[in-house]
């Protein structure tokens, strides 16, 4: 795995190194606080920056876009019970607006899948620090916290490589996951009432991999994933236009949907 440089991270996420706050309405009160020093920060405990992303508006990145960095640590990985080797990563999501904490969220990458990152929710805790009072030592507490807990992310991984689907439940996984993308909540009035493809629900299944290939949760749960965020399968809901369905382009609705996603499996446990 390699890490992003400083100038790397400059290139892909500018944002993340302004000075100053960048909303003019904020008070005399507010402490600024830059990412770069969250990174920095990061960086003295073993976590290195490896993606970095900032919101785009109108084509066109703002001075006080909202961002995200993932940092992985190489002296940290997760071993499943299937092979399947993964590494936490922390995510971090700031803006310099004057309005926003600093949110760390905890996921797991997947070297195999082209997605790779399942961000979950419930068991992988989301974390906040505000820019007021920021300190080294709260940012250590969050980490260290967060780090002591893999043992139970890595219960709930292994749990999902021992539970073995039907092809109904395989099923059911893959249309509540379409619906998610549509914009549809599962067991809805709306999802009740819409007819689907089955073919559609056959592309989101398609085993893409020879790693992914198999009925457990966590294969299963895998492939969904990948196709219902990486597009590419054909959305076929009846009464609407036939298209193929694209990649998630926006990191805070990919974020969203891999929530809802990674809840949707680990009910099935």
Same mark, same amino acid.
């Given at each position: 795995?390699?890490?992003? %440089?400083?100038? !790397?991270?400059k290139? @892909?996420?500018?944002?993340?190194?302004?000075?100053?706050?960048t909303?003019?309405a904020?008070?005399?009160?507010?402490?600024?606080?830059?990412?770069?020093?969250?990174?920095?920060?990061?960086?003295?405990?073993g976590?290195?920056p490896?993606e $970095? &992303?900032? *919101?785009?508006?109108?084509g066109?990145? %703002?001075?006080?876009?909202?961002?995200m960095?993932q940092?992985q640590n190489?002296?940290?990985?997760?071993k499943?019970?299937d092979?399947?080797? $993964?590494?936490p990563?922390?995510?971090?999501?700031?803006s310099?607006d004057?309005?926003?904490?600093? @949110?760390?969220r905890?996921g797991?990458f997947?070297l195999v899948?082209?997605?790779?990152?399942?961000?979950?929710t419930?068991e992988f805790?989301?974390?906040?620090?505000?820019?007021?009072?920021y300190?080294f !030592?709260?940012? *250590?507490?969050?980490?260290?916290?967060?780090?002591?807990?893999?043992?139970?992310?890595? !219960?709930?991984?292994?749990?999902? +490589?021992q539970?073995?689907?039907?092809e109904?439940?395989? *099923?059911?996984?893959?249309l509540? $996951?379409f619906?998610?993308?549509?914009? &549809?909540?599962p067991?809805s009035?709306?999802?009740?009432?819409? !007819?689907?493809?089955?073919? +559609?629900?056959?592309?989101?299944?398609?085993v893409?991999?020879e $790693?992914?290939?198999?009925? +457990?949760?966590?294969?299963?749960?895998?492939?969904? @994933?990948?196709?219902?965020t990486?597009?590419?399968?054909s959305?076929?809901?009846i009464?609407?236009?036939?298209?193929?369905?694209?990649? &998630?382009?926006s990191?805070?609705k990919?974020?969203?949907?891999?929530q809802?996603?990674?809840?949707?499996? +680990?009910?099935?446990?």
């Open positions: 795995m390699e890490y992003l %440089t400083k100038e !790397e991270l290139a @892909q996420c500018p944002v993340a190194f302004a000075t100053k706050p909303n003019s904020v008070t005399d009160k507010y402490v600024h606080i830059s990412t770069e020093k969250v990174i920095d920060d990061l960086d003295k405990l976590w290195k490896v $970095a &992303i900032q *919101r785009k508006s109108r066109k990145s %703002t001075i006080f876009s909202k961002h960095i940092f190489p002296d940290i990985m997760v499943g019970d092979g399947d080797d $993964a590494f990563r922390i995510l971090l999501t700031n310099h004057g309005m926003t904490s600093f @949110q760390f905890m797991i997947r899948c082209s997605n790779g990152l399942i961000i979950a419930e805790e989301s974390f906040k620090i505000r820019h007021k009072g300190t !030592e709260e940012l *250590r507490e969050v980490v260290v916290t967060a780090v002591s807990d893999l043992p139970n992310k890595v !219960e709930v991984m292994n749990k999902m +490589t539970r073995e689907l039907s109904e439940e395989q *099923r059911k996984l893959a509540d $996951a619906l998610i993308r549509s914009g &549809i909540t067991g009035k709306e999802a009740k009432e819409k !007819e689907y493809d089955e073919e +559609t629900l056959d592309e989101i299944l398609e893409r991999r $790693a992914d290939e198999g009925n +457990t949760l966590w294969k299963v749960f895998n492939r969904v @994933q990948e196709a219902v990486q597009g590419g399968f959305a076929a809901l009464g609407a236009k036939v298209r193929k369905v694209r990649k &998630i382009k990191f805070e990919d974020t969203k949907i891999n809802e996603l990674f809840k949707l499996a +680990t009910a099935l446990i």
